[in-house]
Structures are given as structure tokens and as C-alpha cells.
């Protein structure tokens, strides 16, 4: 991971990031958040409801959103001040994750950058949002 610093970034620069849902992503993210709603895993359940099938954690995929950020855009060191989150669609047990990032601002005097985010499966939005990111300076 390639770290950039305020002075790297540019207004429009941006960064993405794919990642497919599996049965161990679902999992994994219940156990560790405590969300065990049964629309993410029971598929009985999930069948009475209006998705038809289970369905992974919106905040799942919004931290698909994090990785971007923490790894691509601008990467390490980089500190979440905020993010907005709108949830547009379900994503399913085998979707792709398309992640992206553009800078839509920079306030150079407080170091920050704010970033569109939004996460696409198979074109289509699941997640808009924007986030606003504290970047480190060269020098420290």
C-alpha cells in the first residue's frame, strides 16, 4: 500500500476497489459487529421477506468503502472524519463490489479531502455517500 499525502491529490482523482460477498464475508461480519438479523442468515427467513433470499449487511458493503479509502485513496494514515450513507439496492451472497472514490473537494488549510463514494453491483448504485477524510502532510 502506497500512502499519498494532501499534496498528492487532486480534485477528480480517484480510486476503486472490487470485492465479491461470499457466505464467509456475511458470516464473519455478524460475529464481529453482533448484527445476526436473519435476513443476512437464515434463508428461510430471508424468503418471506420482500428480498426473496438473504441479503448482506448494508454496512458491509459500506466497508468496502473504508478499504478503499484506508488502502487506495488517499491509503495509509489516512483518518475517517465522516460519511454519508445512502442505501439504494440489497446486495446478495455472490455480488460484485464495485467500489469508488473521486475527490470532489480539498481544504488545504485543515488538511482534508472530501470524497464521493459510491458502491455499484453489476452497474447499478447500492451505496452513495460522501465521505470527508483527514490526509496526512508531507513532512508530518
Known amino acids: 500500500m502506497t500512502a499519498l499525502f494532501f499534496e498528492d491529490l487532486s480534485v477528480g482523482q480517484s480510486a476503486e476497489l472490487t470485492r465479491t460477498v461470499d457466505e ?8 464481529v459487529s453482533g448484527d445476526h ?68 473537494a480539498l481544504d488545504a488549510e485543515k488538511a482534508r479531502a472530501t470524497l464521493a463514494t459510491v458502491c455499484t453491483v453489476n452497474g447499478k448504485a447500492v451505496i452513495e455517500g460522501e465521505a470527508l477524510i483527514m490526509v496526512p502532510r508531507k513532512g508530518g
Do not use: C, W
Open 37 to 104: 438479523n436473519p435476513v443476512h442468515l437464515d434463508e428461510a427467513f430471508a424468503a418471506t421477506t420482500q428480498f426473496k433470499t438473504r441479503i448482506a449487511h448494508g454496512m458491509l458493503s459500506a466497508a468496502f468503502i473504508s478499504a478503499l479509502i484506508a488502502g487506495k485513496l488517499p491509503g495509509p494514515g489516512a483518518i475517517y472524519l465522516g460519511q454519508s450513507l445512502s442505501f439504494k439496492r440489497p446486495v446478495k451472497i455472490g455480488d460484485e463490489v464495485v467500489v469508488t472514490a473521486t475527490i470532489t
Open 24 to 31: 464467509k464475508a456475511i458470516q464473519g461480519f455478524a460475529d
